[in-house]
């Protein structure tokens, strides 16, 4: 046995055992799911769609009342296509009908709440069944394996706010982080002078083999260490998660700390993809499936569809998750030997779309994000809001910003903007206050100006 098989197989018993999860087994399915052919893993996910259907059907009176007005039945279901039939699941249905949403015994599954940040614009309440968090935990600690990490190995995990951070004072999650040989760093107090040079103390002095966390938070300790001239120790993997990564962020980030392999995951249903190294991201497919709808603004990118194959208590039976993508590539293997479905780029949400008073539809994220400010180096991120009438970017900036960095935003977001004929204002502040540890970059505002 490999030393990272015996690492998985130990610390994964004794994550079952102390806390009545099954994750040795969902990570056992999907290490053993790489080998199998494209027949095997599309029988496996029909057989497990096909049974979650059933229970749908069966025990979930809103799933009942759905395919009774559609005129289905789960038998009326032989294939991926069939799957089409029902109505998407939207944040606003989780909203709006969640007592119908639950199982009529979702306790018996051991189901647990949990609540989503509201990011999209819509908060919501969920519940996951002990098999729906098994399999996320077990996805992910498969990805930091494909990343070339092992359960077990140093790890310095930048997450969550104040708040939540007080909760890891528990023995429960001194005991997780001691077994797991983790530090935690909350992202959310990540916002003045001493948290930097206490979370980059941290680092350099812990010297761990994976750093992961939100992307902006990674992204903002990396851009401080390399202001100051900081040299950082570099773990084998940095796991960014959570938020879009821009190719700037990508840049500092592997410029000061290391490799990056981006996760694409969401709270409600976690583990879908993981980036490889050809920067494609693949399809956890025993955990998952993954379908898409066109766009409504009517480009090319699609609105990704997930169904979580594990959880019954709760079932997400083709979800809207409010993210985007180019669609997924079932024809082509990648370069990086991967067998699994890819997709090659989360390009934003659908919540973070704008039609202009003049009928045109512009994507913040896609426009304004990635490399469009690249040439512009003394700020830390940047926000853009929508007020109705105009656009206001926000760039939090750095002591070294100056009179000419200004002009050079200004002289860039008037080239993009040149062909949607739309207003904006420019402001410049020296930090971007936020409600969540999680950076929301582009908001809709109607009180803005």
Not at 94 to 113: M, N
Not at 320 to 340: A, N, P, R, Y
Request: a positive charge.
């Amino acid at each position: 046995m490999s030393k990272e098989a015996f690492a998985n197989n130990v610390a994964l018993r004794v994550i079952d055992k102390c806390s009545g999860l099954r994750v040795r087994k969902y990570h056992r399915l999907y290490r053993a799911a790489l080998n199998w052919r494209r027949q095997r893993i599309e029988a496996y996910q029909l057989e497990r769609m096909r049974a979650l259907l059933r229970h749908a059907y069966d025990n979930v009176p809103f799933y009942h009342a759905r395919f009774v007005r559609s005129r289905l039945t789960p038998d009326s279901f032989n294939s991926f296509k069939d799957l089409r039939r029902l109505p998407l699941l939207t944040r606003t249905d989780l909203r709006d009908s969640l007592d119908d949403l639950l199982a009529e015994d979702f306790r018996a599954f051991g189901a647990s709440q949990h609540t989503s940040s509201g990011t999209t614009g819509i908060p919501i309440t969920y519940y996951k069944d002990t098999n729906a968090r098994s399999a996320d935990i077990a996805a992910t600690y498969f990805m930091w394996n494909l990343s070339g990490c092992s359960v077990g190995e140093k790890r310095f995990h930048v997450w969550g706010t104040p708040d939540s951070a007080a909760q890891w004072h528990r023995l429960g999650s001194r005991l997780k982080r001691k077994l797991l040989n983790a530090k935690y760093f909350p992202a959310g107090s990540l916002d003045d002078d001493r948290s930097y040079q206490s979370a980059v103390r941290m680092i350099n002095s812990y010297k761990p083999e994976l750093i992961d966390g939100y992307t902006s938070s990674i992204y903002t300790i990396a851009k401080y260490a390399l202001d100051r001239n900081i040299k950082m120790h570099r773990p084998k993997k940095v796991l960014t998660t959570a938020e879009n990564l821009y190719t700037y962020q990508r840049e500092i980030i592997e410029g000061v700390l290391g490799p990056v392999r981006d996760v694409y995951g969401c709270g409600e249903i976690n583990g879908v993809a993981v980036e490889c190294l050809e920067k494609n991201y693949h399809i956890i497919e025993p955990r998952v499936y993954v379908e898409y709808e066109d766009s409504i603004s009517g480009n090319s990118t699609k609105r990704i569809v997930l169904t979580d194959l594990e959880n019954y208590a709760m079932p997400f039976i083709r979800y809207e998750v409010g993210d985007m993508f180019d669609g997924i590539d079932h024809t082509q293997q990648c370069k990086c030997g991967l067998e699994s479905p890819y997709f090659r780029e989360i390009v934003g949400r659908t919540s973070e779309l704008i039609k202009l008073p003049n009928g045109m539809v512009i994507s913040p994220v896609t426009v304004f994000g990635g490399a469009a400010f690249r040439k512009v180096h003394n700020f830390n991120k940047h926000q853009t809001i929508w007020n109705g009438k105009y656009l206001i970017f926000v760039f939090e900036v750095t002591d070294s910003f100056t009179q000419e960095d200004k002009s050079e935003l200004e002289s860039i977001i008037r080239a993009l903007l040149r062909r949607y004929s739309v207003g904006y204002r420019l402001r410049i502040t020296e930090k971007i206050e936020s409600r969540s540890s999680k950076f929301q970059y582009f908001k809709n505002d109607y009180d803005a100006n």
